[in-house]
């Protein structure tokens, strides 16, 4: 049984990086018995990758082969970068452990800019280190893969601005105002305390129910993302998923009392705001009122995420 492995570990633990920055690590590599090898090569893939089914756009590993703008099953793959490195040349590993060192620059292509990584339903962003090592004819090719995480700080954040908001029968929309009469008052107030949010921060706000009729079962704050791909004939598929839900009051809370709303962006499954020539990836938020009669009230606020230094 062959128990030889290759293992690939980067310097920081949590894999975070940003442009401009240096990747350094290390291969291991355990070769039972010692034997002969034909180097080891590695290759640095990052790339944007869209699905218009949405199939696997979860998995976060991409075609490491693609070509730049390459289609397939009505989505596209972009290359935003590419390296290649020889760790080590042909030669032979004694028995026993060898760590071999190796370091590269997190930089685009030519002509490309380097976008933050992103794990969506029908967007995907990923960087991945690809390594490999062939033995021979008679021995199968030693091969490991790992994902690392590129955070790309804005430019210029964007001004702090905060938004008030009421909710009552007469804000709601979709409702014919024939049946507002018939819908149990309540009347929500609020405030967010920033719309354009930077992601490395927790987004924070607060509400108070200043009126109700019908007694509140609970109060919840979803996530969402809404993401858009354009395809090669020009036209665009927008679709809204559900990335976390959060409950930020449970029971019949007690009028007048000020609730505060405090949610962490989980990482990967957000990312700052992207608007490009393939695809937008935008965020939303919803809160949502559960009164103990079946009724439900929504109220919807777009959002803008960017990183912060």
């Given amino acids: 049984i062959e128990h030889s492995s290759l293992e690939i570990r980067l310097k920081r633990i949590d894999r975070i990086y ?4 240096t990747v350094t690590g290390s291969v291991v590599v355990s070769a039972r ?3 002969q090898h034909k180097g080891i090569l590695m290759r640095i893939i990052g790339s944007a990758k869209t699905s218009m089914s949405g199939s696997k756009a979860s998995s976060g590993l991409f075609d ?7 289609s397939s099953q009505g989505g596209k793959t972009r290359e935003l970068m590419r390296e290649s490195i020889e760790v080590t040349p042909p030669g032979r590993f004694s028995d026993g452990v060898s760590e071999l060192a190796f370091s590269f620059e997190l930089k685009p292509i030519d002509g490309c800019e380097l ?9 995907n962003v990923c960087y991945l280190i690809h390594c490999e090592c062939k033995r021979g004819v008679m021995k199968a090719p030693l091969e490991k893969e790992l994902e690392f995480i590129v955070e790309v700080p804005s430019d210029s954040p964007p001004a702090v601005d905060p938004r008030d908001f ?3 029968p007469e804000s709601l929309e979709n409702i014919r105002a024939a049946s507002i009469s018939s819908i149990p008052r309540f009347v929500i107030a609020g405030k967010l305390h920033r719309q354009s949010c930077p992601i490395n921060s927790p987004f924070t706000g607060e509400f108070i ?11 919840e704050l979803q ?3 809404s993401e858009t791909i354009r395809d090669a004939s020009g036209s665009s598929q927008r679709e809204a998923t559900e990335i976390q839900v959060l409950q930020i009051a449970d029971g019949d809370v007690s009028h007048n009392l000020v609730v505060p709303i405090y949610m962490i962006f989980p990482r990967l499954f957000t990312c700052p705001t992207m608007i490009t020539e393939d695809f937008r990836i935008e965020f939303e938020l919803n809160l949502i009122v559960l009164f103990a009669d079946g009724y439900m009230v929504t109220e919807n606020f777009p959002i803008k995420l960017h990183r912060s230094h």
Wanted: proline letters at 2%; a positive charge.
């Fill in 115 to 123: 976008r933050e990584s992103y794990h969506g339903v029908y967007v």
């Fill in 223 to 225: 996530l969402v993302r």
């Fill in 33 to 35: 018995g010692g034997w």
């Fill in 18 to 21: 940003r442009p401009g920055e």
């Fill in 209 to 219: 129910i200043q009126q109700s009729e019908a007694i509140v079962r609970s109060v």
């Fill in 166 to 168: 009421c909710i009552s």
């Fill in 64 to 70: 490491s082969v693609s070509s730049s703008g390459s």
